[in-house]
T-cell receptor, first 112, second 117 residues
């Protein structure tokens, strides 16, 4: 059973700061990693995917992957109050096609 | 990305009644869909995998006779909560598989909030 671990938070950062969200996973053979954002009362929304070691940037978001350390992170630059949400890390579960194992999520609060 | 819809978005029902929730892939076909449940302030819990043309696969601890899943077509899966009780009140979310950047992932519907009185 694959495991995905995240700090539940809440993580509070001031507006304009960099928010750093971390995720570790148990299965060394995992090849793809996803970050979802879930606003309160809403369903998860895919915001980033990463497959190769290193950084992947998309606007204010940067995903970082280190397969040797089994660690994936999400950086949010110039954090805005609208970024306040729970961020879920996910990896393929291997149980079947397209099945994902989700972390419990980190709640981020951006303080104006 | 893919668009997945759910209907209804919110439903209130009396204890003992059945509630049907629809999940549709709007611009693509999905032979598989996933049903999740999420209680307040808790993480997503996969309930079952819906398979077009065959029986759904239920996760351990999920009662298949209580949560009936029918994958009627390549764009529609339904979840029926039978004889609903207050403890079934939750946020039910479906998802459909999609390829994002060459890897298999899921896109989620907007969810259905069920309140059983």
């Amino acid at each position: 059973q694959k495991e995905v671990e995240q700090n539940s938070g809440p993580l509070s950062v001031p507006e304009g700061a960099i928010a750093s969200l971390n995720c570790t996973y148990s299965d060394r053979v995992s090849q793809s990693f996803f970050w979802y954002r879930q606003y309160s009362g809403k369903s998860p929304e895919l915001i980033m995917s990463i497959y190769s070691n290193g950084d992947k940037e998309d606007g204010r978001f940067t995903a970082q992957l280190n397969k040797a350390s089994q660690y994936v992170s999400l950086l949010i630059r110039d954090s805005q109050p609208s970024d306040s949400a729970t961020y879920l890390c996910a990896v393929p579960s291997g149980a079947g096609s397209y099945q994902l194992t989700f972390g419990k999520g980190t709640k981020l609060s951006v303080i104006p | 990305g893919a668009v997945v819809s759910q209907h209804p978005s919110r439903v209130i029902c009396k204890s003992g009644t059945s509630v049907k929730i629809e999940c549709r892939s709007l611009d693509f076909q999905a032979t598989t869909m996933f049903w999740y449940r999420q209680f307040p302030k808790q993480s997503l819990m996969l309930m079952a995998t819906s398979n077009e043309g065959s029986k759904a696969t239920y996760e351990q601890g999920v009662e298949k006779d209580k949560f009936l899943i029918n994958h009627a077509s390549l764009t529609l899966s339904t979840l029926t909560v039978t004889s609903a009780h207050p403890e079934d009140s939750s946020f039910y979310i479906c998802s459909a598989p999609w390829i994002a950047g060459g890897a298999e992932t899921q896109y989620f519907g907007p969810g259905t909030r069920l309140l059983v009185l």
